[in-house]
């Protein structure tokens, strides 16, 4: 009798088993998710700055808008906040991320999240470029051409010259790093050759690729040890020690690349590069530069489109 009910009980069990699997299958199915939903950000701005941010572009993985989606948004890792629009200020230097989440109010589908990051940086000297060794009392010139406060440019004498310590941020030439003009003064703007040379306040110029020599090959004694923020702005960088013996005070703050729609910024962090007033001894649609690469310890110079490439400035006297 036994033996007898041991395959009918195994076929229950079987069941009863096939049974679970399907409604632990229907209970954990997975539900589609909601994707693309973003903002509207700024990569800078100054302490004080206010933004009213407006998300937009949630769809499904169906392809279909959702009705009255639910969002929250959170600075850093505060508490999320529930709001259509978010509206917030910016008191203090720093990085910040904002996040924006939206979900489906009926729940038919999982959130999608979507986080951005802006700087805020001021300006005044030590406020956010920090590390220069460059103090409010060295000897430095007032360009009346800018706003006070973003106006002075520090000196140092080596050999002949003065020497700026600080790149050029005249705005009334050049571009400011991805179009903030806010990133000027400390970080300086990106001139065309043209440009370059016209740009030094009164009694200074562009040097020489003789007088930019001078300096010597060896990187490590023009660059500084410095942070913005507080990012490191030669942060992977093994074989200079970043001496800054020089006083120079050199800073990675890469180059751009001029159009008549969209300029292009490249190489921030690794990448400095200096136009000097020589011009190619044959084409003159050429320039020369000095440039220093994060990866090597070395000063070297080439040539460059008069036009299409804008680079930072040292003025000289």
């Known amino acids: ?11 229950v069990l079987a069941a009863f088993t096939l049974f679970s699997c399907k409604k632990k299958e229907e209970e954990t199915t997975t539900k589609p998710y ?14 004080g700055d206010t933004f009213t941010l ?8 169906e392809g279909e808008g959702v009705d009255e ?16 629009t978010f509206t917030v200020k910016f008191e203090e230097v720093g990085n910040y991320t904002i996040t924006c989440q939206a979900s489906d109010p009926d729940e038919n589908y999982y959130a999608t999240s979507t986080s951005k990051i802006i700087i805020v940086i001021d300006p005044a000297l030590g406020e956010t470029l ?5 103090d409010e009392d060295d000897p430095h010139i007032t360009d009346p051409r800018d706003a006070y406060g973003e106006n002075d440019y520090f000196y140092a004498r080596i050999g002949d010259l003065d020497w700026f310590r600080n790149n050029l941020a005249y705005t009334g030439l050049g571009l400011a790093y991805e179009n903030a003009d806010v990133t000027s003064y ?44 507080s990012k490191r702005m030669w942060e992977y960088w093994p074989a200079a020690p970043r001496t800054n013996t020089t006083t120079l005070a050199i800073i990675p703050s ?15 962090y690794d990448y400095a590069a200096f136009w000097t007033a020589s011009e190619h001894p044959e084409d003159g649609s050429l320039a020369r530069y ?28």
Do not use: H
């Not at 909601?34 to 302490?47: C, I, K, M, S």
């Open 54 to 61: 407006k998300p937009y572009g949630v769809f499904t993985t």
């Open 254 to 268: 890469g180059y751009a690349l001029p159009s008549l729609t969209t300029p292009t910024f490249k190489r921030m």
């Open 130 to 134: 920090n590390g220069t060794g460059i």
């Open 1 to 11: 009798m036994t033996r007898r009910l041991l395959p009918y009980i195994g076929l």
């Open 290 to 317: 000095f440039y220093i690469f994060t990866e090597e310890n070395e000063v070297r110079s080439t040539y460059g489109e008069k036009g299409s490439l804008a680079l930072s400035v040292r003025c000289v006297r």
């Open 34 to 47: 909601l994707y693309g939903v973003t903002f509207d950000l700024a990569t800078f701005a100054r302490p």
């Open 186 to 229: 400390p970080i300086g703007r990106f001139y065309t050759w043209g440009e370059a040379m016209d740009a030094c306040p009164e009694g200074w110029r562009l040097p020489t690729a003789e007088e930019w020599a001078t300096l010597g090959k060896e990187a490590a004694p023009l660059l500084a040890d410095a942070y913005l923020n």
């Open 69 to 84: 989606p639910i969002y929250k948004w959170r600075v850093n890792s505060d508490e999320f906040q529930t709001t259509d």
